[in-house]
């Protein structure tokens, strides 16, 4: 069973602060994706990333996969209130491409 | 405004009740998912249609007993539920199911909660 671990579980910041997240595994993945999820919404792609060492860029937001393919790292730079919301990383693997979740990090930027 | 909407937002129930999840994506997509959201877990995927047909049935009991007419409707109906089945239910959908980068575009969910 492919586990995603992320860390950490809670983290509260005041804006304009820059912060990373993290997303480790013991499996490699062929895909690693990541979420943001608002409240009384569902989850919405922020990006995916399928090659070792890759980094992707969106806005103020850097995502890393691992060069293992077995970990990836979310970090935002100067924190606004709108990026408040539930961070999700999900990995694709295997034969079947089916995604495993992480429970997510749960971001709140104070104004 | 993803393109997958779901109905009702917020349900209650009782036990011995026998309701139903809609889903609808306007997407055009061929893979549908149920996904299941507790709190302190991670998302459960429940089950998989791809062209109507079920691909993935994730261990599910057999209270939760899905139903996909066409590509465009999933639904999800639920009987003799327990109130460990409280949780917020998602529905997804994509383009085809089992592609390497396909994006998967959720709905708001159902906040199910079971008395």
């Known amino acids: 069973t492919q586990l995603l671990e992320q860390s950490p579980q809670f983290l509260s910041i005041q804006e304009g602060e820059n912060l990373t997240v993290y997303c480790n595994s013991s499996?490699?993945?062929?895909?690693l994706q990541w979420y943001r999820q608002e409240p009384g919404e569902g989850p919405v792609l922020l990006v995916t990333?399928?090659?070792?060492?890759e980094v992707k860029k969106l806005k103020r937001l850097t995502f890393q996969f691992g060069d293992a393919r077995k970990d990836s790292s979310l970090h935002i730079t100067a924190a606004q209130p709108g990026d408040t919301g539930l961070y999700l990383c999900?990995?694709?693997?295997?034969?079947?491409?089916?995604?495993?979740f992480g429970k997510g990090t749960l971001l709140t930027v104070n104004p | 405004e993803t393109g997958v909407t779901q109905t009702p937002r917020h349900l209650v129930m009782g036990m011995t009740n026998k309701k139903s999840l809609k889903c609808e994506q306007h997407?055009?997509?061929?893979?549908m998912y149920w996904y299941k959201q507790s709190a302190k877990k991670p998302l459960e995927l429940m089950f998989v249609?791809?062209?109507?047909?079920?691909?993935e049935n994730n261990s599910v009991p057999s209270r939760f007993s899905p139903e996909c007419p066409n590509s465009s409707h999933l639904f999800l109906h639920l009987h003799t539920l327990q109130p460990e089945d409280s949780a917020l239910y998602l529905c997804?959908?994509?383009?085809?199911?089992?592609?390497?980068?396909?994006?998967?575009?959720f709905g708001p969910g159902t906040r199910l909660t079971v008395l």
């Open positions: 990333v399928v090659t070792g060492g």
């Open positions: 499996s490699v993945f062929s895909s």
């Open positions: 249609y791809n062209f109507k047909e079920q691909t």
């Open positions: 997804a959908s994509s383009q085809d199911e089992g592609l390497l980068t396909d994006t998967q575009y």
């Open positions: 999900a990995g694709s693997g295997g034969s079947n491409y089916k995604l495993t």
């Open positions: 997407l055009g997509h061929n893979a």
